[in-house]
């Protein structure tokens, strides 16, 4: 399967725990997002990385977000402290750095995350 | 106001019917548009492109309104297959912030 790749799929974690998730993109595409999905919301842009720049962050991250992507290739989101807002989906996505693409992207299949 | 804005619905229809629905976006400077379909509980899974002269996909049709800064989606001869969540989809100009709508609910009744 060459599609993005999220690990893991769920988790659930007492309030206050750190939890870290893990995102493979499709092996050639230069880009990379991270959003969050609650219940009845479309997906909401965290942040995004072009190769190992992270160029923007929403202010939803807030101080206890952090997603890195050191080597352009892989990228992890942790979240520090959660606590029970923190419960969503969330979803990795990538696209190529193209123009042709328009920027499609491509999302995992997602990693839900349960704080209780 | 929240950047890309949908009707939640949910919009029933029976199989067969053609329905439709509108997205409004508000930053006049967005550069590219998409319809992404989401089934429940799975990730969001791109539907089709949007071209400012208007695209087809066998059942769907697609348009863009850039002067009213309005996207359409046009779903002919509805099967059950077709119940989910179709989400608008708008990318800044700059290229790379995708921002999505919250979506709007289908269910196709036999």
């Known amino acids: 399967d060459t599609g993005v790749s999220q690990d893991p799929r769920h988790k659930i974690t007492k309030r206050g725990q750190n939890v870290t998730f893990r995102c493979d993109p499709i092996s050639e595409h230069n880009r990379l997002y991270w959003y969050r999905q609650t219940l009845g919301q479309g997906p909401e842009f965290l942040t995004y990385?072009?190769?190992?720049?992270?160029?923007?962050k929403s202010r939803l991250l807030s101080d206890r977000f952090s997603a890195e992507r050191p080597k352009g290739s892989f990228s992890t989101l942790e979240i520090q402290r959660t606590e029970q807002g923190d419960s969503a989906m969330y979803l990795c996505?990538?696209?190529?750095?193209?123009?042709?693409?328009?920027?499609?992207?491509?999302f995992g299949e997602g990693s839900w995350l349960t704080v209780v | 106001r929240k950047e890309v804005e949908q009707d939640p619905g949910p919009f029933n229809v029976p199989e067969g019917a053609t329905v439709a629905f509108n997205c409004t976006y508000s930053n006049s400077a967005s550069q590219s548009f998409f319809w992404y379909r989401q089934d429940c509980r799975k990730e969001p899974k791109l539907l089709m492109s949007v071209y400012s002269s208007g695209n087809e996909d066998g059942r769907f049709t697609a348009q863009l309104n850039r002067a009213s800064q309005y996207i359409s989606l046009l779903i002919r001869d509805s099967k059950l297959s077709d119940s989910a969540t179709y989400l608008c989809?708008?990318?800044?100009?700059?290229?790379?912030?995708?921002?999505f709508g919250a979506g709007t609910r289908l269910f196709v009744k036999a």
């Open positions: 989809v708008v990318n800044r100009a700059g290229g790379f912030k995708t921002i």
């Open positions: 996505a990538s696209s190529p750095l193209t123009a042709s693409s328009g920027n499609t992207i491509y």
């Open positions: 990385f072009q190769n190992e720049a992270q160029l923007e």
